[in-house]
């Protein structure tokens, strides 16, 4: 008798965390969705404002002074939240070890907006990185609403890493993986069960 309470037990938690892991992979996809979306249509106007260049070389003293506009831009908000740095990765590393504390609905915005102006204006940067953190301060932001505890916030921060990787390069197995084996350096059935599901 107590066996199986045991395995009902245990099947709750499961199906808790996956209902948990779905609505973090949900948010998290309509971000970074969104995220993608930006960059192309932003990617696309700055090609074409490229082209007008060559043929109106007068409209190069404009993309200088929005490029220097958009510069300060990203250096205030990144002066701001110097959480909003670089990929992403080692902040969402250090947040899973408990290193590092991270605001993250000012991480979730800023990395936003900074993201979508620093790639989709033409600079050599990557969108997944970016996509890891959004995902990770939206697991982060979920757990908060949930009210959960510290080692439940932690793999639903997890979850959403891998949902904005999944979500970056409609690649789910992708960031299953990459949850696993570079965040996390080991295997635990609750992690992998939630960011799957996600």
């Known amino acids: 008798m107590e066996k199986k309470a045991t395995i009902k037990k245990i099947d709750k938690?499961?199906?808790?965390?996956?209902?948990?892991?779905?609505?973090v992979g949900l948010f998290t996809g309509i971000v970074v969705s969104l995220f993608r979306l930006a960059i192309e249509k932003l990617g696309i106007l700055t090609q074409h404002f490229y082209e007008l260049t060559q043929r109106e070389p007068i409209y190069l003293i404009l993309g200088a002074v929005v490029?220097?506009?958009?510069?300060?831009?990203?250096?205030?908000?990144?002066?701001?939240?110097?959480?909003?740095?670089?990929?992403?990765?080692?902040?969402?590393?250090g947040q899973l070890q408990g290193e590092l504390t991270i605001s993250w609905f000012s991480v979730l915005w800023k990395k936003f907006v900074g993201g979508i102006l620093s790639v989709g204006s033409g600079l050599f940067l990557g969108r997944e990185g970016p996509s890891i953190q959004l995902g990770?301060?939206?697991?982060?932001?979920?757990?908060?609403?949930?009210?959960?505890?510290?080692?439940?916030?932690?793999?639903?921060?997890?979850?959403?890493a891998?949902?904005?990787?999944?979500a970056a390069f409609n690649a789910p197995i992708a960031g299953l993986l990459f949850v696993l084996e570079e965040i996390h350096h080991s295997f635990s059935p609750l992690v992998w069960l939630t960011s799957f599901a996600s």
């Not at 300060?72 to 909003?84: A, F, H, N, R």
């Open 13 to 23: 938690t499961q199906l808790y965390f996956i209902l948990k892991g779905i609505v």
């Open 67 to 93: 490029s220097i506009i958009v510069a300060l831009l990203v250096g205030l908000l990144i002066k701001s939240d110097p959480d909003i740095k670089g990929s992403g990765i080692p902040q969402v590393e």
């Open 162 to 166: 891998s949902a904005g990787l999944a």
């Open 136 to 160: 990770a301060v939206v697991g982060q932001g979920t757990s908060q609403l949930f009210r959960s505890v510290s080692s439940e916030q932690k793999i639903l921060i997890s979850s959403g």
